[in-house]
């Protein structure tokens, strides 16, 4: 019985702690025909690592379950199995005992399939084309890959190409956690709750006054601090409730500011004239946690954008008040600059330039954290939570210091 897997994980070195963030497995019977599968996202409690590889990003694997979780129903699955079997298997095993470790569990040692090897060498892509093989739907989503590995085997060592002696091995058993596996379409098929917005309906007790400018003003002030990250935490909602409750908004005038940020998010957008992807994208990202309607948010950008189509655009001319702070970064940039990705060391030396201290770790005395990813797990960000950090997206910081990218 063979079982063939793949993992997708946050960087190349167990030993530097990336960590699994999507584990499949298939089993295949005599007839090569695959009988069983297995698949789930794995928290990793850490950055994500890189989105553009794997397409994850962490509010996919937020709620998924850790490793240890899954570890008796793994082990269950892939007892039997007579040998470690994947496309450039060193890597796939190596990652699976480093979990495994982390959980005191001693995986058995096991010969090495590498249909890698066996094909010649080159990508899963590439070797399952040579064979007359399906490629993978999607390369790089762990069960699409396992599937295709799995095919692949099954040719190579139809053909004898395959030289690995297996052997029969009892694996170790783990008690399960009960914790139930999770796929990425179940877990971006989940409606997202947002407990913010939720809580607003308590404003509707609040007795409908004339709101103040002294209010208005405050409000919109504090709710740009809030989404500088492009998140809203319980604590952060609960602060804002409280405080609009305090100052007499009703439920009416605080949907009403919250309509008035994010046209003020437009108009920073069109200062040029057009709105980029990543404009849009991010003024999405904001309506969707004030609870605006996309359709509305969409309308209002696209007949501005109309209206001054034909204007020359005025050149950005934002004072920054970030001048002098320490910035660091945390995770894989997602912005580009003339359609060439922005690099760690660039983004560091764009930052440099406009006057900001770069700072490569995050300490009580880090100002700014700029994070790629609003629910990043990394290190950087759980320290700058910790510290109380002002954290930053990507997007609103190169905003802030006035530098343009696609």
Aim: charged share 25%; proline share 3%.
């Amino acid at each position: 019985m063979f079982v063939i897997f793949d993992v997708e994980t946050t960087g190349l070195f167990p030993s530097h702690h990336h960590r699994i963030v999507e584990i499949a497995a298939v089993r295949i019977g005599e007839t090569g025909e695959i009988e069983q599968e297995f698949i789930s996202l794995v928290n990793p409690q850490r950055d994500i690592g890189p989105t553009s590889i794997h397409g994850l990003v962490s509010a996919d694997v937020l709620d998924a379950p850790l490793f240890q979780e899954l570890a008796g129903e793994l082990t269950e699955f892939l007892d039997g199995a007579m040998a470690y079997v994947g496309h450039n298997v060193m890597f796939d095993a190596d990652f699976l005992q480093s979990e495994f470790r982390r959980c005191d569990v001693a995986l058995p040692e096991l010969p090495l399939a590498c249909t890698m090897r066996s094909s010649g060498g080159g990508s899963l892509s590439s070797c399952c084309e040579d064979f007359g093989i399906t490629p993978p739907a999607e390369a790089h989503s762990a069960l699409d890959d396992a599937r295709a590995t799995a095919q692949l085997f099954v040719e190579l060592y139809r053909r004898g190409h395959v030289s690995t002696k297996f052997q029969q091995t009892k694996w170790p058993q783990v008690a399960r956690s009960g914790k139930r596996p999770v796929t990425r379409m179940e877990m971006r098929s989940r409606p997202h709750t947002n407990h913010y917005l939720q809580r607003l309906a308590e404003l509707s007790r609040v007795s409908s006054t004339q709101m103040s400018d002294a209010a208005s003003w405050a409000y919109l002030a504090l709710l740009e601090r809030v989404l500088e990250d492009r998140r809203i935490d319980a604590a952060e909602g609960n602060a804002l409730i409280e405080t609009a409750t305090r100052w007499g908004l009703s439920l009416t005038q605080v949907e009403r500011l919250h309509g008035e940020f994010v046209r003020r998010l437009g108009a920073v957008a069109l200062i040029d004239g057009i709105i980029t992807d990543s404009e849009r994208s991010d003024i999405h990202q904001v309506a969707t946690l004030l609870g605006r309607s996309l359709t509305e948010v969409d309308s209002v950008l696209n007949d501005a954008e109309r209206q001054i189509a034909s204007l020359t655009g005025g050149s950005r001319e934002v004072t920054s008040d970030l001048k002098g702070k320490s910035v660091c970064f945390t995770g894989e940039l997602s912005a580009t600059i003339g359609g060439a990705p922005l690099s760690r060391t660039n983004a560091q030396a764009i930052a440099a330039r406009a006057g900001l201290t770069i700072l490569t770790g995050v300490t009580k005395k880090l100002d700014i954290l700029v994070v790629a990813d609003p629910n990043t797990q990394s290190g950087k960000a759980k320290k700058a939570r910790e510290y109380g950090t002002r954290i930053m997206a990507e997007h609103v910081f190169w905003n802030a210091i006035n530098v343009d990218v696609d």
